[in-house]
């Protein structure tokens, strides 16, 4: 991306998120920026729902995000690479591996276990977004969060985790279905697929990733499915908010 396409590209998102953030302050959001009357997905003991990961979903859902990252990491000659949620590692290894080979993937046992049985590369390691124990020690060119954080109760926590992972120079790209989109405008939960414990609206996701400290340098749609055009995805570029030196 140049300097003149990423400035014109700030500014014109500049101007749709003061409307954007008009709009939603005036019909009421809860916490996590979409709106309050927004019934959630948990189960009898208030928990997200589990999601179960497999190799053929995973070779196909977020594959244009991922094709996205891919031109990221070549653009700005990335070295090191964090996959937040990366699931069974298939696109990592399809995409991602051939142009970056430091690569650390996190997620559930069951997700590590066919990552360190079926890759010979990366570090894959098994932690819990809402519950960590994990302190990387390090921080990373470009963090990716792909269709992770509707699945979680609290998605600070997922925010908070990038922000330990990154430094002011991290290239961020999280992703999410844009519910509009997937549900229609009229739709205010709960989402029909039961592990989502809430999905945002393009002006909602904006505003809820923007007062969170993070700097947004592209929000735009994608394709859900490799090979399938329908563009319901929400895709988010960001770094974490510059602190001002005095």
Known sequence: MST?????????????VTLCSLTLRSIGMNKYGIRKFYI?????SGKAIPYVDSVERASTYQYSVYMYTKDLII??????????????GVKLA??????????TGIDAKHCIDMCKKQHPFGQWLTDDIENSSLNLGKKFDLIISSDVIEHL???????AYIKRCANENTWIVIST?????VRGKRHFGPAPNK???????????YHYIDTSGFEILDHFLADSEKNVTDRPTQVVLCRIKKTPRH
Request: glycine share 4%.
């Open 4 to 16: 003149n396409i990423l400035n014109k590209t700030l500014s014109s998102v500049n101007r749709v």
């Open 40 to 44: 959630c997905n948990v189960d009898s």
């Open 75 to 88: 653009e700005h000659g990335l070295l090191h690479i964090l996959d937040i949620g990366c699931g069974t």
């Open 94 to 103: 399809e995409i991602i591996y051939p142009v970056c080979q430091d690569i």
């Open 153 to 159: 109760i609290n998605p600070d926590l997922l925010l």
């Open 177 to 181: 279905p844009e519910r509009d989109l």
């Open 195 to 205: 592990a989502h414990v809430r999905e945002w609206n393009k002006a909602e996701f």
